[in-house]
């Protein structure tokens, strides 16, 4: 008999769960999700959907923050992980130079024909990580631009890059660094003038709020930041491999070839972590300029052959599939879709967005009686009707959805790049059913709204 049987342990102790979370991990996670009813449990997952223990499906419009592109278990995937496991590889041996990861490699620099070079770690924010220090190093120089209201990540030279004080609070200090405004020329050159600067670090689309970088910003930010002698990073964590309609998101910008691109998240195939830092050629010879600094930036687990097994096999279904035209198409029809409703609903704002990353933004309704609810949530706190949006969709139309930023009244949907025209109609189907009872002025929707505002007042 084996000493170690998981589905045994999970058959055992899985519905402590919840339990187990608070009493040992974030106490803070099982407590928010108990509070807005999130606290489901789900027994398996297979491509755009979960299910429950009773067997009712859930269509996933967030997977796993834009990790699980492919949706879950892509069998493309899964059966690349069995390969490599029983094939035995020496991995990990730190002194020979392993297939896999050229191979992976070559594969994504095909897409950036004007990088060169990559580097792999282990997440989206070590692949910023990566970017900062490499373009510190390349250029000697120890500021970093950012843009305002930006995330890249939540370690420590990433959160110095990332907009939002409610991440930065309490861990101070930080890395050298100044916020400019998203598509702000004269700010960033002011800041560049300065001579100090050694990059400017941008997502071409946001995601908090899902705000996209105006059309030409990309290219032209490249140009007065290669004639400071600066770089331009772009950080493709969240829109890159196929998310909005093309392989990186900074391709819809003519022209723009930035210095250093990152990439994670749907690399990962939804199994094995896995980031990516390409970059030009001088940069990685700055950083690896000799025999005794080959080791001056490293990852224990970078390269791992499973990773690399998993990031193969993604680009193959990329490519197999046709999964980019799929989220362009898909992503068009669900924007279309949603940008009709706002003549229908006086709290439906504005939708944007590219492919299969779109944002809903409410705000103010213009009629007395919904102004007055309205009013009385944004009092207690700013945010909480769209999180009055996102309750219902889940626990009466089993759709799982999240709401784009701390504050902030807009829902982001960056669903499995995979689905189709039922995913699409059975979300705009939901969302209109949301959005009538939201308009109706009462029902079991504000009744939640003002349990919410409890919640905001007792927590000041």
């Known amino acids: 008999m084996r000493k170690f049987d998981l589905p045994a342990l999970l058959a055992d102790r899985a519905a402590e769960r919840y339990e187990l979370h608070g009493r040992h991990l974030n106490p803070q996670l099982p407590r928010m999700l108990r509070t807005i009813g999130f606290d489901k449990v789900y027994e398996r997952a297979e491509g755009a959907y979960f299910w429950d223990a009773d067997g009712d499906d859930y269509l996933d419009m967030l997977s796993g923050f834009g990790v699980m592109g492919l949706g879950r278990h892509h069998p493309v995937v899964r059966q690349a992980l069995h390969d490599v496991l029983d094939l035995s590889l020496a991995d990990l041996t730190r002194f020979d130079c392993p297939p896999l990861p050229g191979l992976l490699a070559e594969k994504l620099l095909a897409h950036s024909p004007h990088l060169a070079r990559v580097f792999f770690s282990n997440s989206g924010t070590e692949a910023v990580e990566t970017a900062l220090k490499f373009a510190r190093c390349a250029t000697g120089r120890p500021r970093v631009l950012y843009c305002a209201h930006a995330f890249h990540g939540l370690t420590t030279g990433s959160l110095s890059v990332n907009g939002e004080s409610c991440f930065r609070d309490g861990f101070a200090p930080l890395l050298p660094d100044t916020a400019v405004p998203l598509g702000d020329l004269d700010a960033l050159e002011r ?163 590219r492919g299969l990353m779109i944002g809903i933004e409410f705000g103010r309704p213009s009629s007395l009686g919904l102004r007055g609810r309205w009013s009385m949530l944004q009092a207690a706190r700013r945010g909480l009707f769209a999180q009055m949006v996102v309750v219902p969709l889940l626990r009466r139309h089993r759709i799982l959805t999240q709401v784009s930023g701390d504050r902030l009244e807009v829902i982001k949907l960056i669903p499995p790049l995979i689905i189709g025209e039922r995913e699409v109609e059975r979300f705009v189907t939901a969302f209109i059913a949301v959005m009538d009872e939201a308009h109706s002025g009462g029902g079991l929707m504000w009744d939640f709204g003002r349990t919410l505002v409890k919640q905001a007042v007792a927590q000041r």
């Open 191 to 353: 800041e560049l003038r300065r001579g100090d600067v050694a990059a400017l670090i941008v997502e071409p689309i946001q995601g908090k709020g899902v705000h996209e970088a105006p059309r030409g910003y990309l290219r032209a930010a490249q140009e007065l930041l290669h004639r400071h002698k600066a770089l331009l990073i772009a950080d493709e964590v969240q829109t890159g491999l196929g998310r909005t309609g093309d392989f990186y998101a900074y391709q819809h910008d003519d022209g723009a070839e930035p210095d250093l691109v990152c990439v994670a998240k749907s690399l990962s195939g939804g199994y094995v972590p896995v980031g990516a830092t390409l970059g030009k050629e001088w940069i990685f010879k700055k950083v690896f300029s000799s025999m005794d600094r080959v080791v001056v930036h490293s990852a224990s687990f970078g390269s791992n052959a499973q990773a690399m097994a998993a990031g193969l096999a993604v680009l193959a279904v990329l490519e197999d599939e046709q999964v980019v035209a799929n989220a362009r198409r898909t992503g068009q029809e669900l924007k279309d879709r949603l940008t009709a409703l706002t003549g229908r609903y006086e709290m439906l704002h504005a939708v944007r967005g």
